[in-house]
């Protein structure tokens, strides 16, 4: 049995987190803490509420549910995700989406290269047309645009 | 006679061939523009409203009404699929659509959102043509002091029946206001919460919000499943069209109040489609025989849903170009493409341009119409597909989609690492048991209930306690009472009453 229940750890955070706003909101000018001290007052007891009665449920009926379902592919997931944010800035959006897809594949289990290539292009296709071509959006350089010029 | 003389006059002007292609194309580029999450129907049109100058205003129109309708249907597309709502207002639709789309009935579910977006759309622009007049009455009699209420209560009812666990509703709510909350203040422009990042002084726009708590998780908890289920994409099974038109006369109790909620609340500046969709699904969940199947795939919960956030669509335009007070952003927006083409909203505009604003109504009408036909041939078919996609792979594309949605909102990285925070956040919430509307609501409402309560206090010189006093005020207040502290109490007193029995038996 865990010795601390999933809500304490919530309760607690969101508490002590609220706590520390409600005093940030009270350097503010008067007019502009009357809504933030309305919102963090209770946002303190009900983080208090939440943790106390997780506790109690642990305690009681020694129930207490698994955060992760599988930490390693959660963390390796979480992972890719900040290196292709990381890798946006620098390589592009097309160019990052054409490294992602298929490693995100790969490590998550899928590994028939066809169906994965073939995918990713079309995907950036579409983004392309519609982003890019239609809507006129504009994507983060790509390296190669860089490179060239 | 004299409402329906303009309304027969406009038709011919509205059936020409440059407007029906207009409305059509609208329509198209809306449900794409919809299905793809982080792209809203009010960016949409921002974005297309210049290829419209040279155009023909009636056909400008038509092609914005097309947008309209076609992006608030086609949110629902990744929201039945892939529990990310492509538009704000589709948030509920993932409730019920989602865990159907699990159980093999995706194709299903797009019918029923399809045919509720379309039959909601259609209500909706009658509504505008013949009852918009008086019911605009009652929106001029709401003061601050009212819209505040009205906030309030939708906040406090959203906290209440979305989670199952009233603390953690409630928290929700208010980590949704206090999110809502970070910026600029509403009034004095004080700096709150931005720890001197420039970035957040214009406040968290609400895509970014919005892809990253609705798309990130499903990705963490998809790359934690892959192994876990199978990886190949699921099969889905297509009911014939007919039949599910057959079934419509079962959804209309849940459509008659989505109706309802939707022009009330579309008549109110602010409070727009996502906000009738909550309460929609709050009305169809009570009136249910089995109110404990929501959540969990009935299809009155699209219903609901989509029916809600489409009887808003026309409403929200009624004070836009009755008053000139846009009800959403998407108003708006429509209003900045009135006066591109120099059409004044307002009274004049009735009397003075009055083929173009019926003909209006009447494109409001024909494109939810046309929305059958397309949604049913095009987006069912082609974008139900995305199912088939292996899990591993979707994961990388949810991510790289969500990642453009979120830069495409400000052109900022920093907007992509903020969807990516939020995208963690929206994890441990649906870990611990917290339920994300509440948020998502407390950032959409969280401004509106701040600037209309300060405007209150300042409104109220005489020291008269207008917010509580105020006769609409005070049928609010009895709202919020009935809707927050009887639930509860209730529930404990069935609670009771079930373990006392359990002891006698």
Sequence with gaps: ?149 | MDLFAPLLSAIPAVLTFPNLLAMIGGVLAGIIVGALPGLTATMSIAVLLPLTFTMDPLVALGMMAGIYNGAMYGGAIPAILLRIPGTPAAIVTTFDGYPLAQQGKAGYALQIALLSSAFGGMASAVAMMLVAPPLSLVTLSFGPPEVFWVGVFGMAAVSVFLGEDLPKGFLAALMGLFIGMIGLDPVMSTDRFTFGQLELESGIDIVVLMVGLYAIPPCLEMAEETLLKAKHGQKLKFSPFLETIRETPKFFKVWSWAYLYGIIIGLLPGASGSFVSFLAYERAKKISKSPETFGKGNPEGIAASEFGNNADNAAALIPTVTLGIPGSSVAAVIMGGLLVHGLQPGPDLFRNSADIIYGFMIQMFLTSLILIPLGGSFATNLFAQVLRIPRAMLVGLILCLSIVGAYCVQNSIFDVWLMFGFGLLGYVMSKTGLPLAPVALGVILGPLIESNLRLSLLLDVRGEYILFTRPICMVLIALLIITTVLPPIWKQIVLRREKQMMNKQ
């Design chain 1, 1 to 149: 049995m865990k010795s601390i229940h999933t809500d304490v750890v919530l309760g607690s955070s969101v508490a002590i987190l609220a706590a520390l706003g409600f005093w940030l909101a009270t350097g503010f000018s008067p007019e502009a803490r009357v809504f933030p001290l309305l919102v963090l007052g209770p946002a303190v007891p009900v983080g208090i509420i939440i943790a106390v009665r997780g506790q109690m449920r642990l305690i009681q009926s020694g129930e207490n549910p698994n955060f992760f379902t599988s930490p390693s592919r959660f963390f390796l997931a979480a992972a890719v995700m900040v290196l292709a944010l990381i890798g946006l800035d620098y390589l592009g959006f097309l160019t990052t989406s054409a490294i992602v897809i298929p490693v995100m594949s790969y490590l998550l289990g899928y590994r028939k290269p066809l169906p994965v290539l073939a995918t990713t292009f079309i995907f950036l296709t579409i983004v392309y047309i519609v982003f890019i071509q239609i809507l006129s959006r504009p994507l983060p350089h790509e390296i190669w645009t860089r490179i060239g010029g």
